[in-house]
């Protein structure tokens, strides 16, 4: 059974504080693809990052990057020195390559917030 | 080049009512979804198709409809709203199963 854990319902940090996002995933597929998506409170979805589970190298983008670990199911999302248009809620979500690639598996949402 | 458009933002419904939730997008993408979004549950698919005439279900399909008669549009139909349906809609593309999804800003509907 596919499914993503987002054990962090909300999180708050003051500004330039480091933040880790923690993703949890399960699936049986070899083959499978994981994402990110920040939700702001203007509600649209924008994409942060696709990554195939057979790449776990770990990836930045400027103030942003993630560490995807196949030996614990985890893809977490870390935010240096964050600020306050960081604050959002952040989504994990997972696609498997076989029979139910048609859908993406989103976790409960990790809400950010970062003061000034 | 405008991406996954959806239409209305805001929609208040009374119990009964029937209406359409409308999806366009002009990326020329097979794949389109639509979504559910209530707190704490992040979000939930409804349908998804996978090209123009074929649709199928998703986790959460009870009480509506969808079809695919072009590429580019993929609408909605809340058969008879029910309070239950008070969410906040996404529809979504991707150009195929190994890529991310692109969504509209979704619909916030309100069945009172």
């Known amino acids: 059974a596919q499914k993503v854990t987002q054990a962090q319902t909300e999180i708050s940090v003051v500004e330039k504080e480091d933040v880790t996002l923690d993703c949890v995933y399960e699936?049986?597929?070899?083959?499978?693809?994981l994402f990110w998506y920040k939700q702001p409170p203007s509600g649209e979805l924008v994409f942060l990052i696709r990554?195939?589970?057979?790449?776990?190298q770990n990836e930045i983008s400027g103030r942003y990057s993630w560490n995807f670990q196949k030996s614990t199911s985890s893809f977490n999302f870390t935010i240096t020195a964050s600020q306050v248009v960081d604050s959002a809620v952040y989504f994990c979500?997972?696609?498997?390559?076989?029979?139910?690639?048609?859908?993406?598996?989103f976790g409960s949402g990790t809400r950010l917030l970062v003061r000034p | 080049n405008a991406g996954v458009t959806q239409t209305p933002k805001f929609q208040v419904l009374k119990t009964g009512q029937s209406m359409t939730l409308q999806c366009a997008q002009d990326?020329?993408?097979?794949?389109m979804s639509w979504y559910r979004q209530d707190p704490g549950m992040g979000l939930r698919l409804i349908h998804y198709?996978?090209?123009?005439?074929?649709?199928d279900q998703g986790e959460v399909p009870n009480g509506y409809n969808v079809s695919r008669s072009t590429t580019e549009d993929f609408p909605l139909r809340l058969l008879s709203a029910a309070p239950s349906q008070t969410s906040v809609y996404f529809c979504?593309?991707?150009?195929?199963?190994?890529?991310?999804?692109?969504f509209g800003s979704g619909t916030r509907l309100t069945v009172v």
């Open positions: 699936t049986r597929d070899t083959t499978y693809y």
């Open positions: 990326m020329n993408h097979e794949y």
């Open positions: 990554r195939n589970s057979f790449d776990e």
């Open positions: 198709s996978v090209g123009a005439g074929i649709t």
């Open positions: 979504a593309s991707r150009a195929g199963r190994y890529y991310g999804y692109t």
């Open positions: 979500a997972l696609s498997e390559a076989g029979d139910s690639s048609y859908k993406l598996i």
